[in-house]
C-alpha cells in the first residue's frame, strides 16, 4: 500500500509564513521604537515583553520553514513511495528514488545495493546530486558500513566519518576521504535484501537522525517494492519460458511427419497434428472437440478393439497395421501404435494414437518386388537412380542361353492361358536354377531365357557357376515331369560360352535396358541354338576353365552364323 502522510496544504503554510513575516515587522519596529524613544511612562516589563516577543517571534519562523522543509520531504517521499508501489518495472522507478532521497537529504551521491544470486551485494542504482548516474571508476564507498548494514541489518548514521571511533582505522573511509554517511537497509520478511548508502565526501554533520528516521521508513516501502518487482520479472522469465517450450512443443508436434490424435476417455479427440490433418483429410476445426467415430469411423472401428485393451491394461500397442477404406481416397495402409495418455500425477485420462500412411510405401515395395522379379536382384542393387546414364564397361561374362526344345509345336495344339501356363512353369525353373547361383538373368526371350555369370558382382568361378546353372535347368526339367502329363513333357537346349562383352544401360532415357553387348553373346546363342534335346554344349574356352572339375565330352565343331571358323565344342554329362 503507498505511504500516507498527514501534512497541513502547502498554501496553509504560506499563509502562515506571511503572518508571521508581518507580525514579526511589526514586533521589530515596536522594539526600535522603544529602544529609541524609550518613553518614561513605561514599564521595564514592557520593554522586556517586547524582546521576548521579538526573539519569540524569530524562533517561531525558524519552526516553520523547518516544518515547510519537512512537509515538503515527507511529500516528495510519499509522492515516489506511491509511484514504487504502482508499477512493477523497478529500474526506472529506482532511478527516481534514488534523485529524491539525495535531494530530500543533500547527499552528494546514492547508491542502492541488491544481493545477486550468490548472495553477494551488487549496486543496482548509482546517482549523484546532479541526477546522473555514476560512472563505475567512482563507486568509491565504505564496504565497512555497507556491510554492516547488510549483516547487522541496523542503520548506520555518522556525521564525520573521518573522526567516528566506529571506522578507525578502516581503510575506505580513511581513503576516500568519506564524511556524512547515511546508510539503511532494506528488508522484506525479517531478511535483508539490500541497502540504501548516501554520502557527502566534503561537508560534515549533513545528515541528521531524522533523516535516517526517515529513510528507513521509505527502505522498508522500497524493500516491498523490490521484492514485488523480482516476483513479477521472475514470473514472467518463467512464463516467456514456458511460451518458448510450449512454441518449441507445438513446432515439433506439427514437424512430426506421422498423424498424431490424443482423445480423453470419452473418446473425444483433444489434440491432432498437421500431418493427421493430412492423412485423415481432414483439417483441425472438423476433428478437434469431435468423438473419434464422429471423425473417421472407419479408424475407430479398426481401433475400438485395441484402444479399450490399452485402457484395461494401461500399457501401449505398438505397430498395429490396418487398412481402413477413407472416401473418397480409398483404401489406405497404416501403421498404429497406441498408448496411455498421462497427466501431471500419472492419472490415465485419454489415449494417444499415433499412426503412420504406408500406402505409397507399401506400393513401392510391390512394384519392386515386381521389379525384381523381372530384373536380377544384384542388378538392382548396383543400380543408382541418381546416377543413371547411357553407356557401359567392358567385363569378363560366361553367357548362359537356354531354350524349349518343342514350344513352337506345343503352342499350335493348346490355347493361349494353357500355353503361357506351362511356359511359366518352364521358365520359373531356369529362372530358380539361374538365381541359385547369382546368376543375372537378361531377359526372357519367348520360350527361352539369357542369363550371364561374373557381373555386375564379380564372381571368380563364374563359369562353374553358369555350369550348375545349366545342370539344375536340366535337374529342374526332370522334376517338373515327374508332375506333368507326357503331352506337356518339353525339354531344354543350353549353351554356355565365356568371353568379354559391354555391360551396361542401352535404350533412351525413357526407357533403359541394362544388358551385354558383344561376340561372346552371340556366339553363346549360336552354340545354344545347336543343343539338342536336354543338352548342355559350352564352347572350348569355357571348358578349359572347368576342365578338371566337370565330365564333357567333345562333339562335331559347329558352324555358327557370322564365324570364319567352325566353334569347338563339349558336351556336358556333370561334375566330377
Not at 516553520?64 to 522543509?69: C, S, T
Not at 531356369?430 to 546368376?439: C, D, I
Not at 543343343?531 to 565343331?557: C, N, R
Request: proline share 5%; hydrophobic share 40%; glycine share 6%.
Amino acid at each position: 500500500m503507498p505511504m500516507e502522510f498527514n501534512v497541513p496544504d502547502s498554501l496553509t503554510f504560506t499563509a502562515l509564513d506571511q503572518k508571521m513575516l508581518h507580525l514579526e515587522s511589526i514586533v521589530t519596529q515596536m522594539s526600535n521604537f522603544l529602544s529609541q524613544s524609550r518613553p518614561s511612562a513605561l514599564p521595564p516589563l514592557i520593554y522586556e515583553g517586547i524582546n521576548q516577543l521579538s526573539g519569540l517571534m524569530a524562533q517561531t519562523h525558524k519552526q516553520i520553514n523547518a516544518l515547510e522543509e519537512e512537509r515538503r520531504s515527507l511529500r516528495a517521499l510519499a509522492q515516489v513511495a506511491q509511484y514504487v508501489n504502482s508499477t512493477l518495472e523497478l529500474d526506472d522507478v529506482l532511478q527516481i528514488v534514488m534523485d529524491t532521497i539525495i535531494r530530500i537529504t543533500r547527499a552528494e551521491r546514492g547508491f542502492l545495493m541488491l544481493r545477486n544470486d550468490s548472495g553477494e551485494l551488487a549496486i543496482r542504482v548509482a546517482r549523484n546530486w546532479e541526477q546522473a548516474t555514476i560512472d563505475p571508476s567512482e563507486f568509491a564507498i565504505s564496504r565497512t558500513v555497507i556491510y554492516r548494514v547488510a549483516n547487522e541489518g541496523t542503520p548506520v548514521l555518522t556525521t564525520n566519518a573521518q573522526e567516528d571511533p566506529r571506522f578507525t582505522g578502516q581503510q575506505s573511509v580513511i581513503a576516500y576521504n568519506l564524511r556524512s554517511i547515511l546508510c539503511v537497509p532494506l528488508k522484506a520478511k525479517d531478511s535483508v535484501i539490500g541497502v540504501i548508502f548516501a554520502d557527502n565526501r566534503i561537508r560534515t554533520g549533513l545528515f541528521t537522525q531524522k533523516d535516517l528516521t526517515m529513510l528507513a521508513d521509505f527502505a522498508n516501502q522500497a524493500a516491498v517494492a523490490i521484492e514485488n518487482a523480482r516476483l513479477f520479472a521472475s514470473v514472467k522469465q518463467t512464463l516467456a519460458e514456458v511460451t518458448e517450450l510450449k512454441n518449441l512443443m507445438d513446432n515439433i508436434f506439427s514437424s512430426i511427419t506421422s498423424g498424431v490424435l490424443t482423445a480423453d476417455v470419452g473418446q473425444r479427440i483433444l489434440m491432432c497434428n498437421r500431418s493427421a490433418e493430412m492423412i485423415l483429410g481432414r483439417n483441425a476445426p472438423q476433428i478437434l472437440g469431435r468423438e473419434l467415430d464422429d471423425v473417421v469411423p472407419p479408424l475407430e472401428d479398426m481401433l475400438q478393439p485395441y484402444i479399450e485393451r490399452v485402457r484395461q491394461t494401461d500399457q501401449p500397442m505398438i505397430g498395429l497395421e490396418g487398412r481402413p477404406v477413407f472416401p473418397p481416397r480409398g483404401p489406405m495402409d497404416l501403421r498404429f501404435s497406441l498408448s496411455p495418455l498421462k497427466d501431471a500425477q500419472q492419472e490415465t485420462y485419454g489415449v494417444a494414437i499415433v499412426f503412420e500412411d504406408l500406402t505409397e510405401k507399401k506400393q513401392l515395395e510391390a512394384q519392386r518386388r515386381l521389379f525384381e522379379r523381372m530384373v536380377s536382384p544384384a542388378v538392382i542393387a548396383q543400380l543408382d537412380p541418381d546416377s543413371l546414364q547411357l553407356g557401359g564397361q567392358r567385363s569378363q561374362i560366361t553367357v548362359l542361353f537356354a531354350d524349349i526344345h518343342g514350344f513352337t509345336s506345343y503352342s499350335e495344339s493348346v490355347n493361349p492361358e494353357e500355353l503361357v501356363s506351362i511356359l511359366n512353369s518352364y521358365l520359373a525353373g531356369a529362372a530358380e536354377a539361374v538365381l541359385s547361383e547369382s546368376g543375372t538373368i537378361d531377359k526372357f526371350l519367348g520360350d527361352g531365357i539369357m542369363a550371364w555369370f561374373n557381373a555386375p558382382v564379380q564372381q571368380p568361378d563364374h563359369t562353374l557357376r553358369a555350369v550348375r546353372a545349366a545342370l539344375g535347368i536340366r535337374q529342374r526339367v526332370l522334376e517338373l515331369h515327374q508332375v506333368l502329363p507326357p503331352s506337356r513333357q518339353l525339354t531344354f537346349g543350353i549353351g554356355i560360352h565365356v568371353g568379354d562383352a559391354i555391360l551396361g544401360l542401352v535404350g533412351t532415357e525413357k526407357r533403359l535396358d541394362y544388358t551385354a553387348i558383344g561376340d561372346c553373346v552371340n556366339t553363346a546363342k549360336r552354340v545354344e541354338e545347336n543343343a539338342g534335346s536336354s543338352q548342355i554344349l559350352i564352347t572350348e574356352s569355357a571348358y578349359q576353365l572347368v576342365a578338371d572339375q566337370v565330365i564333357a565330352t567333345p562333339v562335331e565343331p559347329i558352324s555358327a552364323k557370322g564365324k570364319r571358323e567352325p566353334v569347338p565344342v563339349y558336351n556336358l554329362v556333370g561334375l566330377k
